[in-house]
């Protein structure tokens, strides 16, 4: 059993069932519609969010237990969601394939984290956006929650180099305040990253 599925087992939602503030304020600032897809999207609090907010939503994890709580969540809501049971590692990104790809605290070693952003890249739509909020490399000592590894920790240029190309819309990197479950509690050091992959040109 991988760990995460072992950490989803509970009944208790780790994370909590709220979305992630950035997300849901951003989403909600571009007025985003369409189809949606949510990366190591665990127990699918944000997923659902998309969902109440009319978005066609797939979720990407790894963790059975995971997706099999997105679906009673999004069932609580009265929504409903699309779940992959998916790793990564073995992802099919197809081009041009999401109005949104969104990913909330998904860590990744370097290796992994160069092939799914780049597989993000070419999945979104053009016109598209891509959101995203995860641990800093300055995290560590905060204990707030995220990995104790540097190595699954994102630096600015894995997005500011990797969507140089992007209409970059918000980038921050720096200290928030995150309550969302018991897995995330405190004063914390993140990166936010929102970008628009440019438009098809005629």
């Known amino acids: 059993m991988n760990p995460w599925n072992e950490r989803f087992q509970g009944d208790e939602y780790v994370f909590g069932t709220d979305p992630n503030v950035f997300i849901a304020d951003m989403h909600k600032k571009l007025s985003l519609t369409g189809d949606a897809l949510a990366i190591a999207e665990g127990e699918g609090r944000n997923a659902v969010f998309l969902a109440r907010e009319g978005m066609n939503v797939t979720v990407w994890d790894y963790a059975e237990s995971g997706l099999s709580k997105a679906h009673r969540l999004a069932e609580a809501s009265g929504v409903e969601i ?42 979104v739509k053009p016109g598209g956006y891509f959101l995203t909020e995860v641990y800093s490399p300055y995290q560590i000592p ?31 990197m720096g200290e928030v305040v995150r309550q969302e479950g018991q897995g995330h509690q405190g004063l914390s050091h993140v990166i936010q990253f929102a970008g628009q992959k440019p438009p098809t040109t005629v």
């Open 82 to 123: 699309r779940t992959e049971l998916v790793d990564l590692h073995d992802a099919q990104w197809k081009q041009d394939q999401w109005d949104e790809v969104i990913c909330v605290f998904g860590h990744f070693p370097k290796e992994l984290r160069t092939r799914t952003l780049a597989g993000v890249k070419a999945a």
């Open 142 to 172: 905060y204990r707030s929650g995220g990995p104790q590894d540097q190595q699954f920790l994102y630096a600015p240029g894995d997005f500011l180099e990797t969507f140089a190309d992007w209409r970059i819309v918000h980038f921050f």
